[in-house]
C-alpha cells in the first residue's frame, strides 16, 4: 500500500521546512513533498504544511507578501474543499494574511524577538488537531517577533463562541495569566482554527519538541494526526 502524501509549501526564508518533514516522516509515517512558492499546482496531497521562518524576509509584514505566491492560491482552493491544513509560525501569520485564519499578528508587546519554552493549555479537545493529544497543558517553543495575536472584539466572541480557540499560553499547572504570556497576545491566545474546523494556525513550533533534550509534546501532536491521513 502506498504511503499518504503530505506537502509543506516552502518560501524563500522558511527555515522550519526541514525540521517539519522529519517530524512528519517520523510519527506519521507518511511521505512529505516540498512545494515551491511559485508552483501552482498542488496535486494528490492529504494534508499540507506552512512552516516556521522568514518568508520574504518579513518584509512590509510579516507573512503578507507570501500570500501572492501561486502556491498560496492553491492553498486557498484546498482550504475552500475542507483539507487540512496547518500553518506554524510564519505559516500562521500567511493564514491569516490571506484571510483563512482570523486576527492578526502583531509585533511582541516588548518589541523583542523571542525564543523560549512555552506551556500551552489545549482549549478545545474536539477540534481534529488536539483531540488526540493526552495531555491538557503540552510544552512547545516559540521563536518569533510578531507573534502578539489581536483581532477585533468582535472578532474575538465569535472564535469563542464557536470553540475556535486551540491554545493558549499557561503556566505549567494550566493557569492562564499575565505571567505565561510571552508576547501579549489577547487572551494569551496561541493557536485557533477556522469556522470550518479544517484549518489550524499556532505560533509555538511542535517540530522542535521531539527530542530527548527538551519537551516530547510535539511526538503527541504529530501522532494524534494520524487519523487525518
Same mark, same amino acid.
Given at each position: 500500500?502506498?504511503? !499518504?502524501?503530505?506537502?509543506?509549501?516552502?518560501?524563500?526564508?522558511?527555515?522550519?521546512?526541514?525540521?517539519?518533514?522529519?517530524?512528519?516522516? !517520523?510519527?506519521?509515517?507518511? =511521505?512529505?513533498?516540498?512545494?515551491?512558492?511559485?508552483?501552482?499546482?498542488? *496535486?494528490?496531497?492529504?494534508?499540507?504544511?506552512? /512552516?516556521?521562518?522568514?518568508?520574504?524576509?518579513?518584509?512590509?509584514?510579516?507573512?503578507?507578501?507570501?500570500?501572492?505566491? /501561486?502556491?498560496?492560491? *492553491?492553498?486557498?482552493?484546498?482550504?475552500? #474543499?475542507?483539507? /487540512?491544513?496547518?500553518?506554524?509560525?510564519?505559516?500562521?501569520?500567511?493564514?491569516? *494574511?490571506?484571510?483563512? +485564519?482570523?486576527?492578526?499578528?502583531?509585533?511582541?508587546?516588548?518589541?523583542?524577538?523571542?525564543?523560549?519554552?512555552?506551556?500551552?493549555?489545549?482549549?478545545? !479537545?474536539?477540534?481534529?488537531?488536539? #483531540?488526540?493529544? !493526552? =495531555?491538557?497543558?503540552?510544552?512547545? /517553543?516559540?521563536?518569533?517577533?510578531?507573534? $502578539?495575536?489581536?483581532?477585533?472584539?468582535?472578532? +474575538?466572541?465569535?472564535?469563542?463562541?464557536?470553540?475556535?480557540?486551540?491554545?493558549?499560553?499557561?503556566?505549567? $499547572?494550566?493557569?492562564?495569566?499575565?505571567?505565561?504570556?510571552? $508576547?501579549?497576545?489577547? $487572551?494569551?491566545?496561541?493557536?485557533?482554527?477556522?469556522?470550518?474546523?479544517?484549518?489550524?494556525?499556532?505560533?509555538?513550533?511542535?517540530?522542535?519538541?521531539?527530542?530527548?533534550?527538551?519537551?516530547?509534546?510535539?511526538?503527541?501532536?504529530?501522532?494524534?494526526?494520524?487519523? +487525518? +491521513?
Amino acid at each position: 500500500m502506498s504511503k !499518504k502524501n503530505v506537502s509543506i509549501i516552502v518560501f524563500p526564508g522558511s527555515n522550519c521546512d526541514r525540521d517539519l518533514s522529519v517530524s512528519i516522516q !517520523k510519527y506519521l509515517n507518511v =511521505k512529505v513533498s516540498y512545494v515551491w512558492h511559485n508552483d501552482s499546482k498542488i *496535486e494528490n496531497y492529504e494534508m499540507i504544511f506552512l /512552516p516556521g521562518g522568514f518568508s520574504f524576509g518579513d518584509y512590509l509584514r510579516a507573512g503578507v507578501i507570501a500570500t501572492k505566491s /501561486p502556491a498560496i492560491h *492553491e492553498v486557498i482552493k484546498y482550504a475552500k #474543499k475542507g483539507f /487540512p491544513i496547518i500553518g506554524i509560525c510564519n505559516g500562521f501569520q500567511i493564514l491569516t *494574511e490571506c484571510n483563512l +485564519l482570523k486576527g492578526t499578528l502583531l509585533k511582541n508587546n516588548n518589541q523583542l524577538f523571542k525564543c523560549e519554552n512555552t506551556h500551552l493549555k489545549v482549549e478545545n !479537545k474536539e477540534s481534529i488537531f488536539s #483531540k488526540n493529544l !493526552k =495531555k491538557k497543558v503540552v510544552e512547545f /517553543p516559540i521563536a518569533h517577533a510578531q507573534g $502578539n495575536f489581536y483581532t477585533t472584539p468582535d472578532s +474575538l466572541k465569535e472564535l469563542e463562541d464557536n470553540n475556535q480557540i486551540i491554545f493558549k499560553y499557561s503556566s505549567k $499547572n494550566g493557569n492562564i495569566n499575565k505571567e505565561s504570556n510571552p $508576547n501579549g497576545s489577547l $487572551n494569551n491566545i496561541a493557536g485557533i482554527i477556522n469556522k470550518k474546523k479544517n484549518i489550524l494556525g499556532m505560533m509555538p513550533h511542535p517540530e522542535r519538541a521531539v527530542d530527548k533534550f527538551g519537551s516530547q509534546d510535539g511526538i503527541l501532536f504529530f501522532k494524534g494526526l494520524g487519523e +487525518l +491521513l
